[in-house]
């Protein structure tokens, strides 16, 4: 009996692990491609899905575009290929940070129960030593930077360790995953310029209200499950007004994000894309439904691309009337 019990639950974890998480696309490429042994870790550091890699990257790259677009120069690649590698670790650690101070209340929530530590495939033991080797490697990167920037990274930690805190005390989580998320539009724009100015503390905040609105859209998936499971959220406390809410947060974003532009002294062409990326904010917000958490889901998602205009407005700001092209 000893016997069967066991091989069942060898069974059933190997389905789990095979299995993709709810709000993961289907046929991404960890359940697709990756080795059995290893989809656990991959999905520990949510590489499985990739769209909170973008969301956290996308600050960084935009601190970057917009120090360059203020020199009128094309961005970095050296600094855009070293804050991608840093993100997508740093995102790995955090959540896994996350999914072991949470893997209680995990268990208990539907969309997150089969989360390798809420479910059992990975030991505390085994996520702590995942997120040492991840900050180790980002901490590496991290040192080939400037030290306004090795600095901000280190103050960044305190954000990190303290967010998967907030749910339990506050309804305002999401506003502190946005002081956390977009911390890279500080560390971009310092490593491309050597400091800090008010265009860069601008383009931040406009970030801030960004995270709160998109993240408030995906809290929309868990309202029940938060709700037994005693967590908070700004989609719990603003309810049938959330969608009001992601307008004015998005609002303040979209006023935010140009004020930066025009504080940079950027092109006139940054403008046209602020529109359009005013429009893609506005209208996630219009088609937000608290009853529809496949909508949320995908609602939440279009942030990627979100982000990606509001990058091509700062490159194409580097563009002055009666100069060269990105200076050349």
Not at 63 to 89: H, K, Q
Not at 193 to 203: C, D, F, R
Request: glycine share 10%; aromatic share 10%.
């Amino acid at each position: 009996m000893k016997c069967a019990t066991a091989r069942a639950g060898r069974i059933d974890v190997i389905m789990t692990a095979t299995a993709p998480l709810p709000d993961a696309v289907a046929t991404n490429w960890v359940d697709r491609h990756a080795p059995v042994g290893l989809r656990p870790w991959l999905k520990l550091g949510r590489f499985d899905r990739p769209t909170g890699i973008w969301l956290l990257l996308l600050p960084g790259w935009q601190g970057i575009a917009l120090a360059a677009a203020m020199e009128r120069r094309l961005p970095d690649l050296r600094l855009i290929v070293l804050f991608a590698v840093g993100s997508a670790l740093m995102r790995a650690a955090g959540c896994a940070f996350n999914d072991i101070v949470d893997r209680d209340i995990d268990a208990k929530v539907a969309r997150t129960a089969a989360r390798p530590l809420a479910s059992g495939q990975i030991s505390v033991k085994g996520a702590l030593a995942f997120v040492a080797a991840c900050c180790l490697i980002s901490l590496a990167i991290l040192l080939t930077f400037n030290w306004a920037t090795i600095a901000l990274g280190v103050a960044s930690l305190a954000l990190v360790a303290i967010y998967p805190f907030m749910k339990r005390i506050t309804w305002w989580p999401q506003a502190w995953l946005g002081l956390t998320f977009n911390w890279g539009a500080l560390m971009g724009f310092a490593a491309a310029s050597g400091g800090l100015n008010a265009a860069a503390l601008l383009l931040y905040a406009g970030g801030v209200f960004w995270t709160l609105g998109y993240d408030t859209i995906y809290a929309v998936q868990d309202l029940e499950d938060d709700a037994l499971a005693g967590v908070k959220s700004s989609a719990r406390r603003l309810g049938e007004a959330a969608p009001r809410g992601v307008l004015i947060f998005y609002f303040l974003a979209l006023v935010l994000a140009a004020t930066a532009c025009m504080a940079g002294g950027l092109g006139p062409l940054f403008l046209p894309l602020v529109v359009v990326y005013g429009v893609h904010l506005i209208r996630q917000a219009r088609a937000l439904r608290i009853d529809d958490p496949v909508l949320a889901l995908r609602l939440f998602k279009s942030n990627r691309d979100a982000g990606l205009i509001l990058l091509a407005a700062l490159i194409a700001g580097a563009w002055r009337a009666g100069s060269p092209w990105f200076g050349f």
